[in-house]
């Protein structure tokens, strides 16, 4: 079965540094992949999707994350944090069509903290 | 505008009294589904649906149910709640495949006490 790994519970950062946070998948062949973010008491929005193509995706926000084969991860990177990206971070996997139908598998989360 | 509607956004009840967390999405998505989201342990699968009259489990169905007899509306039914089912629930919905990505709802914050 497919599983997605977050190894990082939470992570602080300071305001304009940089931020990485990981994702690791595990599935026979390449997902679908995504990148959610949970604000305080908010929903879940879509910062950016990798199907195929360009293993750089960029996403709103200012995140992009990099997809690499070889190590089944698409970490997800910021250049600047600004405090109000101060929120929980979701990696979700979805297999290809056909694959396993529509089920997409997240990640425990990492939540993100901002020192200002 | 295309969204997903839940209702309520909170809720307290008690053990044992029936209650039932509405999903409506305007997007005319065939599959939908329902996730629970608890600390430490990310948004979990309870059950989804293929289509009208198409539903199935999902990772942690025990205590659910759920129908889909009209396209856009897929309700959570919780027959007998207990305080293990105290959490976030979001419903999502998205188009065959899913590749153009899912659509949440806000969440229903349900308290079973």
């Known amino acids: 079965a497919q599983s997605v790994t977050q190894p990082d519970i939470h992570i602080t950062v300071s305001e304009g540094a940089s931020l990485e946070l990981r994702c690791n998948y595990s599935?026979?062949?390449?997902?679908?992949l995504f990148w959610y973010v949970q604000s305080p008491g908010q929903g879940l929005q879509l910062l950016l999707k990798?199907?195929?193509?360009?293993?750089l995706v960029q996403g709103i926000k200012g995140f992009e994350a990099e997809f690499k084969r070889s190590q089944s991860s698409f970490n997800l990177r910021k250049p600047s944090v600004h405090w109000s990206d101060a929120a929980e971070y979701f990696c979700a996997v979805l297999p290809e069509v056909g694959g396993g139908g529509n089920k997409l598998t997240f990640g425990t989360g990492t939540q993100l903290k901002v020192e200002l | 505008e295309a969204q997903v509607t839940q209702n309520p956004r909170y809720l307290i009840t008690v053990t044992g009294k029936k209650l039932t967390v509405t999903c409506s999405q305007n997007?005319?998505?065939?599959?939908m589904s329902w996730y629970r989201q608890d600390p430490g342990l990310g948004l979990r699968q309870i059950y989804y649906s293929m289509n009208v009259e198409v539903t199935d489990k999902g990772d942690v169905p025990e205590g659910y149910k759920v129908s889909r007899k009209e396209k856009r509306n897929f309700p959570l039914i919780l027959e007998s709640p207990s305080p293990n089912q105290t959490s976030l629930y979001f419903c999502?919905?998205?188009?065959?495949?899913?590749?153009?990505?899912?659509?949440f709802g806000s969440g229903t914050r349900l308290t079973v006490v």
């Open positions: 997007m005319n998505h065939e599959y």
């Open positions: 599935y026979g062949a390449t997902p679908y």
């Open positions: 999502a919905s998205s188009s065959p495949g899913g590749a153009r990505g899912y659509t």
């Open positions: 990798y199907f195929s193509g360009d293993t």
